[in-house]
C-alpha cells in the first residue's frame, strides 16, 4: 500500500469528541482538495461505567486508530458552552484525551469550531447535520450519508482542517471556483 506522503496527499484524523459518543473519521486529501475516505466510526463507552474507564476505553480506540490508519495530523472539534455542564464536561475530557494521544505520537493537533467545520464543509456556518453529512458524502464520493452524526462530524472535521491548515494540501491546492468563493466569504467575514 502506498503511504499517503508518497502520493502527495495528507492523511488527517478527524474527531468528534465525545464520552458516549466519541466520532472517527479519517481521510487523505490530495493537493487538489480531493479527499478519499480511509475510515470511519465511532468509539463508544458505556454510560453506566465508572469515567475513568469511559476515558480509556475512548483512548483506547484512538489509539488504535493512530496505530492502524498513521495519521499525518489530528484535528478535534473544539469544546464550545452548552447549557448542559454535565454534557460539556464529558466533550471536554474526550477532547483533552485526543489531544494527549496526538501529543503522545509526536503529531500536529489542531482544534476547530462547529461554524469554522460547517462554513468549510457547506459554506454556510449555521448548516444543520443533514447539511454537513450531504456535503460529505459528496466529497468523499459516498453511496450513502456517513452515519451515525458523530462520525459524519468525525470526516467533516478531517476535511475542514486539510482544507483551512494553509498546509502542503492547502497551499498546492489548485481551488474550484466554488472553494475559492468560499475562501473569499471567509476572508470577508473575518474583517
Same mark, same amino acid.
Given at each position: 500500500?502506498? &503511504?499517503?506522503?508518497?502520493?502527495?496527499?495528507?492523511?488527517? #484524523?478527524?474527531?468528534?469528541?465525545?464520552?458516549? *459518543?466519541?466520532?472517527?473519521?479519517?481521510?487523505?486529501? %490530495?493537493? /487538489?482538495? &480531493?479527499?478519499?475516505? @480511509?475510515?470511519?466510526?465511532?468509539? *463508544?463507552?458505556?454510560?453506566?461505567?465508572?469515567?475513568? =474507564?469511559?476515558?480509556?476505553?475512548?483512548?483506547?480506540?484512538? *489509539?488504535?486508530?493512530? /496505530?492502524?490508519?498513521?495519521? !499525518? @495530523? @489530528?484535528?478535534?472539534?473544539?469544546?464550545?458552552? !452548552?447549557?448542559?455542564?454535565?454534557?460539556?464536561?464529558?466533550?471536554?475530557?474526550? &477532547?483533552?484525551?485526543?489531544?494527549?494521544?496526538?501529543?503522545?505520537?509526536? #503529531?500536529?493537533?489542531?482544534?476547530?469550531?462547529?461554524? =469554522?467545520?460547517?462554513?468549510?464543509?457547506?459554506?454556510?456556518?449555521?448548516?444543520?447535520?443533514?447539511? @454537513?453529512?450531504?456535503?460529505? +458524502?459528496?466529497?468523499? *464520493?459516498? /453511496? %450513502? #450519508?456517513?452515519?451515525?452524526?458523530?462520525?459524519?462530524?468525525?470526516?467533516?472535521? +478531517?476535511?475542514?482542517?486539510?482544507?483551512?491548515?494553509?498546509?502542503?494540501?492547502?497551499?498546492?491546492?489548485?481551488?474550484?471556483?466554488?472553494?475559492?468563493?468560499? !475562501? /473569499? %466569504?471567509?476572508?470577508?467575514?473575518?474583517?
Amino acid at each position: 500500500m502506498t &503511504s499517503p506522503r508518497a502520493r502527495g496527499s495528507l492523511r488527517v #484524523l478527524g474527531i468528534d469528541p465525545g464520552l458516549t *459518543r466519541c466520532g472517527i473519521g479519517v481521510v487523505d486529501v %490530495a493537493a /487538489d482538495r &480531493s479527499a478519499r475516505l @480511509v475510515h470511519v466510526g465511532v468509539v *463508544r463507552s458505556d454510560a453506566g461505567a465508572p469515567i475513568e =474507564e469511559r476515558l480509556a476505553v475512548i483512548a483506547g480506540g484512538i *489509539r488504535h486508530i493512530v /496505530d492502524t490508519h498513521a495519521p !499525518q @495530523v @489530528v484535528a478535534v472539534e473544539r469544546v464550545f458552552a !452548552q447549557h448542559n455542564r454535565q454534557t460539556v464536561m464529558g466533550t471536554a475530557q474526550a &477532547s483533552g484525551i485526543a489531544l494527549l494521544i496526538a501529543g503522545e505520537r509526536g #503529531l500536529p493537533a489542531a482544534t476547530h469550531t462547529p461554524s =469554522e467545520v460547517k462554513a468549510a464543509i457547506t459554506g454556510y456556518g449555521s448548516a444543520d447535520k443533514r447539511q @454537513v453529512q450531504t456535503m460529505v +458524502a459528496r466529497v468523499l *464520493r459516498l /453511496d %450513502a #450519508l456517513p452515519q451515525p452524526a458523530d462520525a459524519a462530524d468525525a470526516l467533516a472535521i +478531517a476535511l475542514c482542517h486539510a482544507w483551512r491548515s494553509g498546509g502542503p494540501v492547502a497551499a498546492s491546492a489548485a481551488l474550484t471556483p466554488a472553494q475559492r468563493a468560499w !475562501q /473569499d %466569504a471567509e476572508r470577508l467575514a473575518r474583517r
